[in-house]
């Protein structure tokens, strides 16, 4: 199993992986959400109603009580990357995400996979990654101003000591692309390759707690990216304290 | 470059990405995110405004029974001071009315002696005529023969004009 994503087709020279496939197969399943939703929403909540709300409800409060006020512009983000992450990674623990193979073109036999975790391709993970730190950073110029916003980076008030410490946060900006994007791939890529071999090893039974584990990854994983997105965006709005 | 090559990452589908996400991000903004914390809060305002109205209505239902009470308190008092009233002014009513009764009664008692004494009067004065009457005729049969004519009336109109005077009704002659 190759870490990179493989190619199934081409539309007009855009590489179609099958990641993309799960993609918009968790496009689709988040779309049929809001359809459902739209259609039954009323003041009496029932059935599916009731359990969206409780996930809107849980993320709304878990918010306000860290971030307070700023929680109306940071949980529309959160919920997003939680809903987006959790059911892409969800994905892939059902049947025929591994035994589903399609057979491009040079790729022999055995073929490649139809469909793979979204979030086991980096080009997902280095998307979400983007989003959440350029999102972080534009909330808190909007929120702080850009003059304070540059002063978490530049002061030379007691020089040398908060310039260094502006280098080190502008640094830690830096290295949010990489340990969010790599954490969530890594995590992700290592349980999809150990389920794999399981599957070629013992395929009935054995996998089973393996799966539970990898059904446990997928939610934390997508629960440690939402919150550290939250995290991040309620730190950078705030103003510097120096 | 050979390690993004690696790790299989190319711009289309970075960009792809994104723009997806950005794209998921506003659909579920606008059209489940906002929904439906719209429709919790206007649950949560329609359940603090019930609660409001509870106790409104709880206040009200205090002070209509403290209103009752009240209300009630004074009609008793009007009550007692209607009664006492009622009671004084039949009271009143009753000493007249038997004051009244006492001089009436008084009245009649005296009219009744007064007519009693005149009707006394006047049965002597017709018993003492009576009592002539008789006497002439007994004189007259007595002294028919001892008498003239003339003695007989002279006597009879002395009587007469003694009984007239009330002679008689003393006893004396």
Same mark, same amino acid.
């Given at each position: 199993?190759?870490?990179?994503?493989?190619?199934?087709?081409?539309?007009?020279?855009?590489?179609?992986?099958?990641?993309?496939?799960?993609?918009?197969l968790?496009?689709?399943?988040?779309?049929?959400?809001?359809?459902?939703?739209?259609?039954?929403?009323?003041?009496?909540?029932?059935?599916?109603?009731?359990?969206?709300?409780?996930?809107?409800?849980?993320?709304?409060?878990?918010?306000?009580?860290?971030?307070?006020?700023?929680?109306?512009?940071?949980?529309?983000?959160?919920?997003?990357?939680?809903?987006?992450?959790?059911?892409?990674?969800?994905?892939?623990?059902?049947?025929?995400?591994?035994?589903?193979?399609?057979?491009?073109?040079?790729?022999?036999?055995?073929?490649?996979?139809?469909?793979?975790?979204?979030?086991?391709?980096?080009?997902?993970?280095?998307?979400?990654?983007?989003?959440?730190?350029?999102?972080?950073?534009?909330?808190?110029?909007?929120?702080?101003?850009?003059?304070?916003?540059?002063?978490?980076?530049?002061?030379?008030?007691?020089?040398?000591?908060?310039?260094f410490?502006?280098?080190?946060?502008?640094?830690?900006?830096?290295?949010?692309?990489?340990?969010?994007?790599?954490?969530?791939?890594?995590?992700?890529?290592?349980?999809?390759?150990?389920?794999?071999?399981?599957?070629?090893?013992f395929?009935?039974?054995?996998?089973?707690?393996?799966?539970?584990?990898?059904?446990?990854?997928?939610?934390?994983?997508?629960?440690?990216?939402?919150?550290?997105?939250?995290?991040f965006?309620?730190?950078?709005?705030?103003k510097?304290?120096? | 470059?050979?390690?993004?090559?690696?790790?299989?990452?190319?711009?289309?589908?970075?960009?792809?990405?994104?723009?997806?996400?950005?794209?998921?991000l506003?659909?579920?903004?606008?059209?489940?995110?906002?929904?439906i914390? %719209?429709?919790?809060?206007e /649950? $949560? #305002?329609?359940?603090?405004?019930?609660l409001?109205d !509870?106790?409104?209505?709880? =206040? +009200?239902?205090? %002070?209509?029974?403290?209103? /009752? $009470? #009240?209300?009630?308190?004074?009609?008793?008092?009007? !009550?007692?001071?209607?009664? =006492? +009233?009622?009671?004084?002014?039949?009271?009143?009513? $009753?000493?007249?009315?038997?004051?009244?009764?006492?001089?009436?009664?008084?009245?009649?008692?005296?009219?009744?002696?007064?007519?009693?004494?005149?009707?006394?009067?006047?049965?002597?004065?017709?018993?003492?005529?009576?009592?002539?009457?008789?006497?002439?005729?007994?004189?007259?049969?007595?002294?028919?023969?001892?008498?003239?004519?003339?003695?007989?009336?002279?006597?009879?109109?002395?009587?007469?004009?003694?009984?007239?005077?009330?002679?008689?009704?003393?006893?004396?002659?």
């Open positions: 199993m190759s870490i990179a994503p493989d190619i199934l087709f081409k539309i007009a020279g855009f590489p179609v992986t099958n990641t993309i496939i799960t993609t918009l968790t496009d689709l399943v988040l779309i049929l959400i809001v359809i459902c939703v739209s259609k039954t929403l009323s003041l009496k909540p029932k059935g599916f109603q009731n359990v969206v709300e409780i996930v809107i409800d849980y993320f709304y409060d878990l918010i306000e009580d860290t971030a307070g006020k700023k929680v109306s512009f940071i949980y529309p983000w959160v919920l997003t990357f939680f809903l987006f992450i959790v059911i892409s990674n969800l994905a892939a623990q059902f049947p025929g995400f591994e035994s589903i193979r399609f057979h491009p073109a040079g790729y022999g036999e055995e073929g490649v996979p139809f469909l793979r975790a979204a979030t086991s391709d980096l080009n997902t993970t280095l998307a979400l990654a983007t989003i959440s730190v350029i999102a972080a950073n534009i909330i808190a110029i909007v929120r702080i101003g850009i003059k304070s916003y540059i002063l978490k980076f530049v002061s030379f008030k007691m020089f040398p000591i908060f310039m410490v502006g280098i080190l946060e502008f640094a830690n900006e830096l290295t949010k692309f990489i340990s969010f994007s790599f954490r969530l791939l890594g995590n992700i890529f290592a349980g999809e390759s150990m389920l794999s071999q399981m599957y070629h090893l395929p009935i039974g054995i996998p089973l707690p393996f799966m539970a584990l990898e059904f446990m990854v997928a939610v934390i994983q997508a629960l440690v990216f939402s919150m550290l997105t939250m995290a965006m309620h730190i950078l709005s705030d510097p304290q120096h | 470059m050979g390690i993004l090559h690696t790790f299989g990452l190319e711009a289309s589908l970075f960009l792809f990405q994104i723009i997806n996400f950005l794209v998921i506003f659909i579920l903004t606008k059209f489940l995110y906002k929904p914390r %719209n429709m919790v809060e /649950r $949560k #305002r329609k359940i603090d405004q019930s409001r !509870a106790e409104d209505a709880k =206040a +009200a239902l205090e %002070n209509a029974g403290a209103e /009752r $009470k #009240r209300i009630l308190g004074d009609a008793k008092k009007d !009550a007692d001071i209607m009664t =006492a +009233a009622t009671k004084r002014q039949l009271s009143e009513t $009753k000493e007249k009315l038997t004051k009244e009764a006492k001089e009436r009664s008084q009245q009649i008692i005296d009219e009744a002696k007064q007519r009693a004494v005149v009707e006394l009067e006047n049965v002597n004065k017709q018993v003492g005529r009576m009592s002539v009457d008789l006497s002439g005729k007994i004189m007259t049969k007595l002294f028919s023969d001892l008498f003239t004519d003339e003695d007989k009336q002279k006597i009879l109109s002395r009587a007469l004009e003694k009984i007239e005077k009330g002679g008689y009704e003393t006893g004396s002659n």
